[in-house]
């Protein structure tokens, strides 16, 4: 199989690689520190036609594939994982499932303007009580003439606080579990709706995650998205596409410890050569190139399954898994390669570590992962 780049394909890459050295390198560092949203860096991302990157052109977006998304990620994650994770969650858990399942009236409203990136897009699942267990979702939707009334909560919402519009969870049917779930399209500031403070996180800081809470919420009722009860199918759907844009996230993030670590073994020495000259340093290197270029491989696959429209949940689940924990690895090891300088925040290596962490958990754990996995093998 011939995994070379289209030139469409390159130039994506290339104008991603340099947005992110260009407009995302130079303060990232204080971005993490500072907490800072990158809301000037969004909108010249957004000139560029990334936010809508696959939504096609009728709608605002580029019209471009799923390979095309992956690069973008990659390359934007490598020097700012929480603008990776934004640009990821605007293009997968709100625009993707606008685009297969809203009406015309609702793409025309709300997914142009994601696309174009005049709106941000989030995503609202998870609660308190309700992480990896959708049927224990305790967020209503009762229908009340032309709207929906929502009660309830949610948490770890991303852009929770600069999102304009969120794909929402909520049960019209307790009775019917997961089956019962209804998703809506929910604007940032309907009356009822109040967000609550801004996490304090391990990593990706420049990315705020809130809580929302809904007190008599009403939602018209032409924000329904799909049909009633069809919420879980259009969660997975979105999740599926999730969790590509998460393993392409990961990705930059062990590229990029993999980078700093080939620059500084050979820039310090120890025992009167360089790092580079050790076969210990050598071996971890070797290691690292091996994992990443294994974890891209499964990304392409997920990502050329979802361009032929083929069902790609188990790949999506394996590039994910795998993603994340070579991310992980990889940001281990280089903080271990730059030794003790590796432990401060003079070195980039640090934030990797810190940032890695989260690809293992969001959007499904990793022992969720395995269980997507099993679970197509054994059906």
């Given at each position: 199989?011939?995994f070379?780049?289209?030139?469409?394909?390159?130039?994506?890459?290339e104008?991603?690689?340099?947005?992110?050295?260009?407009?995302l390198?130079?303060g990232?560092?204080?971005r993490?520190?500072?907490e800072?949203?990158?809301?000037?860096?969004?909108?010249?991302?957004?000139?560029?036609?990334?936010?809508?990157?696959?939504?096609?052109?009728?709608?605002?977006?580029?019209?471009?594939?799923?390979i095309?998304?992956?690069?973008?990620?990659?390359?934007?994650?490598?020097?700012?994982?929480s603008?990776?994770?934004?640009l990821?969650?605007?293009?997968?858990?709100?625009?993707h499932?606008?685009?297969?399942?809203?009406?015309e009236e609702?793409?025309?409203?709300?997914?142009?303007?994601?696309?174009?990136?005049q709106?941000?897009?989030?995503?609202s699942?998870?609660e308190?009580?309700?992480?990896?267990?959708?049927a224990?979702?305790t967020?209503t939707?009762?229908?009340?003439?032309?709207?929906?009334v929502?009660?309830g909560?949610?948490?770890?919402?991303?852009s929770?606080k600069?999102?304009?519009?969120?794909i929402?969870?909520?049960?019209?049917?307790?009775?019917?579990?997961?089956?019962?779930i209804?998703?809506?399209?929910l604007?940032?500031?309907?009356?009822?709706m109040?967000?609550?403070?801004?996490e304090?996180?391990?990593?990706i800081?420049?990315?705020?995650?809130?809580?929302?809470?809904?007190?008599?919420?009403?939602?018209?009722?032409?924000?329904?998205?799909?049909?009633?009860?069809?919420?879980f199918?259009?969660?997975?759907?979105?999740?599926?596409s999730?969790r590509l844009?998460i393993?392409?996230q990961?990705?930059?993030?062990?590229?990029?410890?993999?980078?700093?670590?080939?620059?500084?073994?050979?820039e310090?020495?120890?025992?009167?050569?360089?790092?580079?000259?050790?076969?210990?340093?050598?071996?971890?290197?070797?290691?690292?190139?091996?994992?990443?270029?294994?974890?891209?491989?499964?990304?392409?696959?997920?990502?050329?399954?979802?361009?032929?429209g083929?069902?790609?949940?188990?790949e999506?689940?394996?590039?994910?898994?795998?993603?994340?924990?070579?991310a992980?690895?990889?940001?281990?090891e280089?903080?271990?390669?730059?030794?003790?300088?590796?432990y401060t925040?003079?070195?980039?290596?640090?934030?990797?570590?810190r940032?890695?962490k989260?690809?293992e958990?969001?959007?499904?754990t990793?022992?969720?992962?395995?269980m997507?996995?099993?679970?197509?093998?054994?059906?």
């Amino acid at each position: 199989m011939d995994f070379k780049l289209t030139e469409e394909q390159q130039m994506i890459r290339e104008t991603a690689r340099e947005f992110a050295q260009n407009e995302l390198a130079p303060g990232v560092a204080e971005r993490d520190r500072d907490e800072n949203f990158p809301g000037e860096q969004l909108k010249k991302l957004g000139e560029l036609g990334f936010m809508g990157i696959t939504v096609p052109e009728e709608y605002g977006g580029a019209g471009l594939d799923p390979i095309c998304s992956c690069l973008a990620i990659e390359e934007i994650s490598k020097i700012d994982a929480s603008m990776g994770v934004i640009l990821s969650v605007t293009n997968s858990l709100a625009c993707h499932p606008i685009e297969r399942f809203g009406t015309e009236e609702q793409k025309r409203r709300y997914l142009v303007p994601l696309a174009s990136g005049q709106m941000l897009g989030g995503f609202s699942m998870s609660e308190p009580g309700a992480g990896s267990d959708a049927a224990a979702l305790t967020t209503t939707a009762v229908r009340d003439g032309d709207f929906y009334v929502i009660n309830g909560g949610k948490n770890f919402v991303t852009s929770g606080k600069n999102g304009d519009v969120f794909i929402l969870m909520a049960v019209t049917d307790k009775a019917k579990g997961a089956k019962g779930i209804s998703a809506f399209i929910l604007e940032q500031g309907t009356p009822g709706m109040t967000v609550g403070h801004k996490e304090k996180k391990l990593g990706i800081r420049g990315s705020d995650t809130t809580s929302f809470s809904f007190d008599d919420c009403r939602i018209p009722k032409e924000n329904l998205l799909g049909e009633e009860e069809m919420g879980f199918k259009i969660a997975l759907t979105a999740l599926d596409s999730g969790r590509l844009g998460i393993a392409c996230q990961a990705l930059g993030i062990a590229g990029a410890a993999l980078d700093e670590s080939i620059k500084y073994s050979k820039e310090r020495k120890q025992f009167g050569k360089f790092l580079s000259e050790f076969q210990a340093i050598q071996f971890k290197l070797a290691d690292m190139e091996t994992q990443i270029n294994a974890t891209r491989l499964l990304i392409y696959q997920a990502a050329m399954k979802k361009d032929r429209g083929d069902r790609y949940s188990k790949e999506a689940a394996m590039a994910k898994l795998y993603a994340s924990e070579v991310a992980m690895r990889c940001s281990i090891e280089a903080v271990q390669i730059h030794g003790g300088y590796g432990y401060t925040k003079d070195y980039p290596v640090e934030r990797f570590m810190r940032d890695a962490k989260i690809t293992e958990i969001y959007e499904g754990t990793s022992e969720v992962q395995r269980m997507v996995i099993a679970n197509s093998l054994l059906r």
